[in-house]
């Protein structure tokens, strides 16, 4: 069965430090890798996604993300995080096979601390 | 800005009602993809529309229903309203192996 996996329901950091949110899936088909990122009250904003080629993408805001095939993993990493990041990161798949419709991860909470 | 307009922002109806929900998506996408979100459900996939035809079916309810018209804006129908329907619903709009675009979503609110 397709699924993706967000281990870490909250993570706090220190303003300044670095940041990795976790991201495992289970897919059949060549997947479609994106991380969303959703502040209270808001929608969802792409922060980086990955279809092929390079396995380490760039995204808005700082943000870079990792692809590796042979762990099924897609981690989000930041290298000095912000108050404003803090929010609510989801990671989701898609394939071709299921009309690109994204399967969501539950989602992890960042809290920033002073 | 998405680009991606749901209209109304907020609802609030009562069980056993029945409700409309409204998206236009970004102009030059085809595809129409609407989500729930939930405390206890989390982000899910509710179904597809591509230039008016149902293209993928996720964990729709047999109360809800979508269509796509022909200016490519979508309605999505929730009916026999419950307790549980309570939810933010997203529309995302979006073209083949291309990231898809989130509106603001509407929140729905079963007194």
């Known amino acids: 069965a397709q699924s993706v996996t967000q281990p870490d329901i909250h993570i706090t950091v220190s303003e300044g430090a670095s940041l990795e949110l976790r991201c495992n899936y289970s897919y059949g088909a060549t997947p479609y890798l994106f991380w969303y990122v959703q502040s209270p009250g808001q929608g969802l904003q792409l922060l980086l996604k990955?279809?092929?080629?390079?396995?380490l993408v760039q995204g808005i805001k700082g943000f870079e993300a990792e692809f590796k095939r042979s762990q099924s993993s897609f981690n989000l990493r930041k290298p000095s995080v912000h108050w404003s990041d803090a929010a609510e990161y989801f990671c989701a798949v898609g394939a071709r096979n299921s009309g690109y419709a994204l399967n969501f991860g539950k989602g992890t909470s960042l809290l920033v601390t002073p | 800005d998405s680009g991606v307009t749901q209209t109304p922002k907020h609802l609030i109806t009562a069980t056993g009602q029945r409700v409309t929900l409204r998206c236009s998506p970004r102009?030059?996408?085809?595809?129409v993809y609407w989500y729930q979100q939930s405390l206890d459900q989390g982000l899910q996939f509710l179904i597809q529309?591509?230039?008016?035809?149902?293209?993928a079916k996720g964990n729709i309810l047999e109360r809800f229903s979508a269509q796509q018209f022909p200016d490519l804006h979508s309605e999505l129908n929730l009916s026999s309203l419950e307790l549980g329907d309570s939810a933010l619903y997203f529309c995302a709009s979006g073209r083949d192996n291309q990231p898809q675009h989130f509106g603001d979503g509407t929140r729905l609110s079963i007194l």
């Open positions: 102009s030059g996408d085809l595809s």
């Open positions: 990955y279809f092929s080629g390079d396995t």
């Open positions: 529309y591509y230039n008016g035809e149902e293209r």
